[in-house]
Each structure stands twice: as C-alpha cells, then as structure tokens.
C-alpha cells in the first residue's frame, strides 16, 4: 500500500494549510489514518488521529486549530491546519493502518510534505 501526502508549503503565521493523503494499493480496510510532523533535530510526534469509525484525538499544541478528517470512498485522509504558528514549522507525514486484500496488515507510511510557518 502506498501512500501520497501533498498539501505542505510555505505560509505566514496565522494562515491556514490544508494537507492531503491517498492511500492506493490492495486496500481490503482501513483501522485508522493519522499525521505527525517531525520538526529539526526532534523526534516524530503525533498531530492528529481518526478511526475509520471516526473518532479523533489531538496533540494538545494543536487541538482547536487543526481538524482531521477523511474520505473513506477515496481511501483518504486530510488535516486542516488553520492559525498556524512558527512553531508548527515541520515535515508533516500521514500514516494509514488496515489491511490489504489478501488478509494481511498493512502500516504505511507517506513521504512527507514540508510544512514552513514565517513570523
């Protein structure tokens, strides 16, 4: 299973990014979908999940202005990043957990898509 995220650029503090994330391959089902970020010289870290029943949960540093949601018809996945800060400068990579065709689990990651907030 493949995964192409895109959406990332570059934008003002306070502006607003949407990022998406399709998921392609021999897909049978879909457990859940998430993104994290990786910012320089830090560790991978959560941003946002959603099950494929979809509940969501946050990181806190952007609960009330990030919104996860998904496309279960298009096998994706989207974050809605609105108030954006410096801080929320990263590579932002989606991940998608479920199981292909053949019965067999799937945990894919995508490539990543820079995301880069100026003051």
């Known amino acids: 299973v493949q995964l192409q995220a895109s959406g990332g650029g570059l934008v003002q503090a306070g502006g607003s990014l949407r990022l998406s994330c399709v998921a392609s391959?021999?897909?049978?089902?879909?457990?859940?979908m998430g993104w994290y970020r990786q910012a320089p010289g830090l560790q991978r870290e959560l941003v946002a999940r959603?099950?494929?029943?979809?509940?969501?949960m946050y990181a806190d540093a952007v609960k009330g202005r990030f919104t996860i949601s998904r496309d279960g018809a298009k096998n994706t996945v989207y974050l809605q990043m609105n108030s954006l800060k410096p801080e929320d400068t990263a590579v932002y990579y989606c991940?998608?957990?479920?199981?292909?065709?053949?019965?067999?689990?799937?945990?894919?990651w995508g490539q990543g898509t820079l995301v880069t907030v100026s003051s």
């Open positions: 959603i099950t494929s029943g979809g509940s969501t």
């Open positions: 991940n998608i957990d479920g199981f292909q065709q053949t019965g067999m689990a799937f945990h894919s």
């Open positions: 391959g021999s897909i049978f089902s879909i457990i859940g």
